[in-house]
Structures are given as C-alpha cells and as structure tokens.
C-alpha cells in the first residue's frame, strides 16, 4: 500500500514475504503479501493483545474492509489485534501470476498465519469468497480457534442456482472483459453499498485495481466459483462446507438481507451448518455490510460476552452426546453393524441394539451397577462390541487390559483395577483362576458345567442374554448415564514401564469419539476394519459398520493382507486402522492376494495408521496397495487419542527433521511444550515458540480424567496446569507442526546437554545395510556417553559389535545430529513391545549394552 487512505492509519499497514508451500507454486517461492497489522500499535501502548482477529476480505475488495474494526480498536483501547490481509493476486499483496484456486487460498492463507506465528487464540472474520477461505482456515486451525464471525457469505451452493449476477460476471462472453479487461466488476460491486460509497472510499477500494494486470485475481476469483459439481474447487468447497458442521466454537453472523449475490437462503445454509451462531439481519443494509452498517461495535460486545480472548480451552467439540446415542437412533436400521470374519457372522443395528440392552438387563441382574467395574478379557468383535456398550448402557466402567501387556503385566493391570466383575473367554478365566484375579468370574461362552465349576464361573454371557431378554428391554428402561462418571479404565501399552490405568469418563469417551468424526469425516454409513484394537471400541459409536481382521489383535504383525483384505470385502470398508507392524505384515504377504481381494482394498478411501511412528517409505508403499485411500498416520496415546494427524503428502512436505514430523494438532486439541533446561529437565510452563525441544504437552476434550489409582503419576502428570504431560519429547516448527524426538525418559543426559534420540536414530537407519537403530544412554546422568544398537540388512547371526567399517559409516551419518557415538552393537533383532510390536524397548536396550560394554558375555538382549 502506498499512500494514506481514508479511515487507515499509515502505521497498519505492512508487507511480509511469506514462504509458500502450495502445490502450483514452484517449490522455494516466496511471496509479498500486504495486510493491516495493529501489532506495532498495542506493543507501543504497552499492551499484550487478548486475541487475535483474522480477517478475510473477498472479491473484489482488500483488506481496506475491515478498516472500522482497527478504528474502533484505536478509539477504545481495546487489547485485541487484528490482522486484515489482501489475499494474493488481490489488494496490495503479490501478483503471483498462477491461477489460484480455494483450496490454495486456503493454503496461502495457512502459509502467511504461520509466517506471523500467530499465538493465542483467533477469532476468524469473513466476507464473500473470504468466508469460506476464512472457514478453511478455520477447519484446518483449530487448536487455535476461538471464535468466527462472518459477513455476507456463502459456502455451498446448498442445490441453488449460481446468483444471476454471478451467472452474468461467469459467462465466457463478459468474464474476461466484466472482471480484468474493465474494471466493470468492481464498480458493480462499490454500487451495492447502501448508502453510496464517499468518492474517497470508492478510490480507496479502486486503487490496488487500476490496470488489467492488478485484476487478474479478480478475474481468477470469479472463474473459480465451484457451483458446478465437477468445478476443479468443488472436492475443497464440499470438505470445508461439511467440516464447519463440526465447529462449535462461539459465532456470529453480520448479514445485509439487500444483497443480490449472498441473499438470506445463504444465510439459512449457513444457520444449518452453524446452529449455535448468533445472527443479526441489518434490515436495509446489503452486500457491503461492513460498509453499510457498524459492524465493528457489535463485534467486539459479542466478543466480550462469548468470552472471546481467554485461554483456549479444552474445548467443547460439541454438545455431549451419549456413546450409545447411534444405537438408540438406529433401531429400526436392519443393516449391518458388526461383523465377524471367523466364524462369520453379522449382526444388524436392530439386532445389536437388542443384544446390548438384553444383556445390560442380565448383568444388572447378577448386580452389576453404576460405578461397577467390569473387566473385559474377549477379543475384539460382535460379544465384545455388545459387552462394551452394554456396560455403557448401565453406567458401569469397563475394564479393557488386553493379553497384550503379557500374563504378567496383565495380572499386574487387573489386580490394580480391582475389577468387581470379570467377563473373559476361557484362556482368560484359566488365568483368572490360575493367578487369583479379582472379580465375579463369566465366561463369554458356554462352559461345560465341570469346568464352569473348576474355573469358579458362576454366570455366563448367553445365559445374561438369555434371562435379559425375557422382558424385551428397551434402551428406556435405563438411567442414562452421568456424563462426569467413570465410564472406562484402558490401559497404557507398559512400553516405557508398567501399564498405567488411564480413566475416561462418559463425556470424554463422546469426546475421542467426536474428535476421530470431526478431524477424518467418519460419519455414519462408513465401513471400518479395525486391525488396531482402541479403534475397533469406537465403530458402532460412530455409526459405522465395523469388521476386525482374522488376526491376534494382541499381535499386529499377525495381521496378513489377505486377512486385511477379506475384512475389507465384508463390509465394504471406507477405512482401515491398523497398527505400523500390522501394515508391515500386511506389504510382507501382499504377493498373495488376489485380484478380488486387491479390488477391496483399493475401495478404501481413508486408512490410518497408530501406535508407532511409521517411515514415509512404508507408507508409501501402503498407498501403493490402496491406491484410492488418504494415508494417514495420527500420533496420540492411551491418554489422548489422537493429539494430531499428518497424511503422506505433509510427511514429504515436512522432510527431514529432528525428529518425526506427526503433524498439527486434531479436531480440538492444543499443543505446547515445556523447554528442556541444560540438565534435561521439563520447565514449569507451556511454551508454543518452535524450534525449542522439550515435554510435548496436550490439552483437549477427549484427554483422560486421571490415572486410576496413581496419585503422585497423575501429579505429575498435570504439575503444569490446564495441561497433560505426555512423557514424549519434541518441537513445533514454524508451520506449527509437531516433531516427536522420543520419550522424556530417553533423552541422553550428555555433558555437553540434553539429547533426543530419534534424529540420530533416523540417519543411521539411512546407511547402506542398517535396519531399526536405538540411541541409548550409558552412564550415570550428566556424563552419558551415546551407543547405537542396531539391526542390520541382512540379519546378523548373533549380537555383537558392529564391524569397524559399520561403525564408521554410523558415527559419519549421525555427526550432523550433534551425536558422538561412543560404541555401535548390533542385533538380530531389536525388542520391542508386546503390544504394538512396533515400540523399541530402549530402556531394556540401554541396560544391555551397559552390561555388553562392561565386558560381560553377549547375550541376546
């Protein structure tokens, strides 16, 4: 901008050169963006903003619309910042010379946020196409959300004709000479003000716009109007239109009822998508309402009383909504629900229903109550599915500890849950029986009598289903469940240490559930394998038909592709879930599918892949074997699952790092970190500044409620307020996405600082011949001296120290990672958890090479 305009102050305005990572630009092209920023304004008065305002303008205007809010600002000495931005090829920002369609918008505008480094929480403000860009921000941010607002806007032809005036400016006849050649369109847009634009505020909105090369954009923002289904920014328009129904953050909507373009029905589209919207109508005012009306004045007073500016809270996803509530809604749905692979079996939602409240009705019976807990010892399918939710239905507390955690652990895991009941099939009830596990024992099936009476099974599920069902129960006959009681214990996988129990209440099970539908569109109709057993807790939840594989869900690397596919053709599966063993398991044994069995697999549209951070190569060649399907890889824990997501284009776009790069934060969480101090040690606070390692933090709806049991763990736990400390380590970088640099208990505690093992780690699995690596510590804290354990390609025969050309090759690869390797070992095979069979057992690797070190025989570790 150059020049002084009427109602701008001179000091707003600014320009910045933004990095830009979309896709139609050439990669390490920048860009020169112009916005009004009153940041230099507040930080003169000494003032630290509550909140930021974002706001977007859209065609043909720049960011000279929201010049009232910056005044009204100055005038109160409001503590809020604002940040107006000329998107590019618009305003006074960057001609680009590439056709930019919505979802680069969006993109660009996501590219110049966290340029900024934005903090703190962000009200988004939008006007015409600046709405939905606003909106996509939004969808794509929101960690960060705090409040929208919009102006007159559309975001989906909702089955309505493009606006004659649209139809008019779009025709091939008028395009080019209606919006660039003239500058027709935006004197047809300036005229819409009611009252008339001042001649100097016309000029105003006219000067970036003098020359037809000024007005590609314009041209470019028409052209891009995706009413058409086939419009190449339709995939983008529909996903952001659908993804803002999940958004229940405070907001209000600005609307001049006289606009011939954005008429009320839009607004009826919009109040649909946005039912907890506040909305006022300026009878009169038209398309330009920001210049029609004071819209500044009403923002900010519904500002102050939706409690814009305050911390971002763990927030509300949505109104509650019991787990339960598909089933309730679904009785009549004859289609399937549940399926089971061997032996097959199909249960439909009427039938699940029935099954889940005929056995809520026989366990009530046996008195299990509200608060009872329940150990759950059945793998994954129909009787778990109908256990689980039964449970749910009376209020009382599932607890899911699986033979995962190995005999020990398992033992370990139920004696401190202290379970009152204890449904398992037979293995599990000889363990009981054997180990004195606590609990009323039933058994899944039908036992024969003796054994029954060997095992101390007093009941079992057939006979509860069998009595419950005598009076026909219906979902009615039930209390429903205190959102804010217990409603789950699940278990920790014990990789870094004895399994914790991790307690969920009603309303923060809902919350994971909406977190999972909000952040990858899982609605009902959907068809999920879950070769990952959390996953397969959540399907009749979220209303989808659910299948788990012919596999040991307690093994994932058992997981075959021929067994992944034949799920998949059962129910026609949209998504998958499985575990980084289980989908290398999966590529191991792809060579025996067949052309049917591929076929299914290539139906799938979205597969997610959790437990363990999975290398982009393998991830690559999963999306090989679906082809069709977004890959996704969430990081998350028992505690808050997820905490964020990336998919494979954002791995390759992130590159290398220090670290794993697992992307930005999902549907409702925050992310921070506490700073590592020089001794290795968490600070006391949050911090979002990127590039500093320390404790990842995370707070969101779906967190736990506390460790069962674990006073001081659960202190800890939550010594830095408002957060959970997840005992991994990372960083944000600038686009505010999370690294994952290992686990707080793994960081080598050096003389020259603090240092995380997976950068290091990473490069030496990039020599010629090496397999997994682990950096672990040797030596007392402070001191640390740095050893890699490795696997090698092909396996070595035994363990043992690395050749000397090897360990050349290491210490060379790692050296760019500040790591001097003091001794390289190598293993047939790294141990790891019994759970994932994915996670390195470092902390058992780290003892080993102390004692191989010492001069001790070498034995397998």
């Known amino acids: 901008m150059t020049g002084p305009f009427p109602g701008v102050a001179q000091q707003h305005s600014r320009h910045l050169t933004v990095p830009s990572t979309s896709l139609v630009d050439v990669p390490g092209t920048s860009h020169r963006w112009h916005l009004l920023d009153n940041q230099a304004e507040l930080e003169s008065r000494g003032v630290t903003p509550v909140g930021t305002l974002l706001c977007v303008h859209g065609n043909p205007t720049w960011s000279y619309l929201w010049r009232s809010l910056f005044a009204h600002v100055s005038r109160h ?143 470019n923002f028409v052209a891009d109007i995706p009413f058409a289904p086939g419009h190449p920014s339709r995939p983008a328009l529909d996903s952001i239109s659908e993804a803002i129904r999940e958004l229940t953050v405070p907001a209000l909507m600005l609307w001049g009822p006289k606009d011939p373009v954005f008429s009320d029905r839009y607004l009826r589209d919009l109040m649909d998508r946005l039912p907890q919207a506040k909305v006022h109508r300026f009878e009169g005012a038209g398309h330009l309402v920001a210049e029609d009306r004071d819209i500044a004045t009403p923002i900010f007073d519904w500002l102050q009383s939706a409690g814009a500016g305050e911390t971002v809270r763990a927030g509300s996803l949505q109104d509650y909504r019991p787990m339960l509530a598909q089933l309730d809604e679904r009785t009549a749905d004859h289609s399937p629900a549940v399926v089971d692979i061997s032996p097959p079996r199909t249960l439909s939602w009427a039938q699940l229903g029935q099954r889940v409240n005929a056995l809520a009705k026989g366990l009530e019976r046996i008195g299990v109550r509200p608060g009872s807990r329940v150990n759950l010892l059945v793998p994954p399918g129909i009787e778990l599915t109908t256990l689980i939710y039964a449970c749910l239905r009376l209020g009382a507390v599932i607890v899911v500890a699986d033979a995962g955690l190995g005999t020990k652990g398992l033992g370990r895991a139920i004696k401190g849950a202290g379970p009152q009941f204890l449904i398992g099939i037979q293995r599990a009830l000889i363990g009981a ?93 959907s068809a999920l394998v879950a070769g990952f057993a959390p996953f397969a807790l959540l399907g009749p939840a979220l209303g989808a038909t659910s299948v788990t594989p012919d596999m040991d869900v307690t093994s994932p690397k058992t997981l075959t592709a021929a067994a992944l596919a034949d799920a998949a053709a059962a129910v026609g599966a949209t998504v998958v879930f499985a575990s980084p063993a289980a989908l290398a398991n999966v590529l191991a044994t792809r060579d025996e599918l067949t052309t049917a069995q591929r076929r299914a697999l290539e139906q799938v549209s979205l597969l997610l892949s959790a437990g363990a951070p999975i290398p982009e190569p393998l991830l690559a060649e999963v999306q090989q074997l679906a082809p069709q399907a977004s890959v996704h890889t969430p990081y998350g824990m028992t505690e808050a699952l997820p905490v964020t997501d990336i998919d494979l284009a954002g791995i390759r776009a992130a590159g290398s790092g220090n670290g794993v790069c697992v992307g930005t934060p999902v549907a409702g969480a925050s992310v921070a970190i506490a700073v590592l101090d020089s001794a290795g040690e968490p600070a006391a606070e949050p911090s979002t500044e990127p590039g500093l390692t320390g404790e990842i933090l995370v707070r969101a709806p779906h967190v736990k409620d506390r460790y069962d049991r674990l006073w001081i763990t659960e202190q800890h736990s939550t010594s830095i307020p408002g957060w959970h400390r997840t005992g991994d380590v990372g960083h944000l970088d600038t686009e505010g996405r999370l690294w994952v640099e290992g686990r707080l208990a793994h960081v080598l505690r050096t003389a020259g600082g603090p240092l995380t093992p997976v950068a290091a780690e990473n490069l030496a699995q990039g020599v010629p011949g090496a397999g997994r690596a682990a950096l672990v510590p040797v030596g007392p804290a402070g001191t640390q001296s740095a050893v890699i354990v490795m696997e090698t390609v092909p396996a070595a025969r035994k363990p043992a120290p690395a050749s000397p050309e090897l360990a050349r090759r290491i210490r060379r690869a790692v050296a760019p990672a500040g790591v001097e390797v003091s001794a390289v070992l190598v293993v047939p095979e790294l141990p790891t958890d019994i759970r994932h069979n994915s996670k390195i057992d470092r902390a058992h690797l780290a003892g080993w090479a102390a004692a191989t070190l010492a001069g001790g025989r070498i034995r397998k570790p």
């Open 433 to 525: 029986k054997t180990l004195n596990w606590p609990g009323t024992r039933i058994s899944a099936t039908q036992l024969p009598p003796a054994l029954a009476k060997v095992l101390g099974v007093g009941h079992s599920v057939p006979q509860l289903l069998e009595a419950g069902a005598a009076g026909a129960p219906q979902a009615g006959d039930f209390t429903p469940a205190d959102p804010d009681a217990d409603a789950a214990v699940l278990f920790t996988s014990g990789s870094t240490g004895p399994a914790k129990g991790v307690v969920y209440t009603h309303r923060q099970l809902a919350a994971m559930r909406d977190t999972l539908s909000a952040t990858y569109q899982l609605k009902p109709g």
């Open 77 to 219: 000495a409001l503590p809020w910042r604002i940040v107006a931005v000329d998107q590019l090829d618009m305003g006074f920002s960057e001609r680009t010379g590439v056709f930019r369609r919505l979802a680069d918008r969006v993109n660009d505008l996501g590219d110049l946020t966290a340029a900024l480094q934005l903090s703190g929480p962000v009200t988004t403000v939008g006007h015409d196409w600046g709405g939905i860009i606003s909106l996509g921000w939004a969808v794509a941010h929101r960690g960060q959300l705090a409040n929208v607002v919009l102006t007159n806007t559309a975001v989906h032809p909702a089955g309505f004709e493009l606006p004659a005036a649209l139809q008019l400016a779009s025709h091939p006849a008028v395009h080019g000479w209606g919006t660039t050649s003239t500058d027709a369109f935006l004197r047809v847009t300036h005229s819409l003000a009611t009252p008339a634009l001042a001649p100097e505020v016309r000029k105003a909105y006219m000067s970036p716009y003098t020359s037809a090369a000024q007005r590609t954009g314009v041209g």
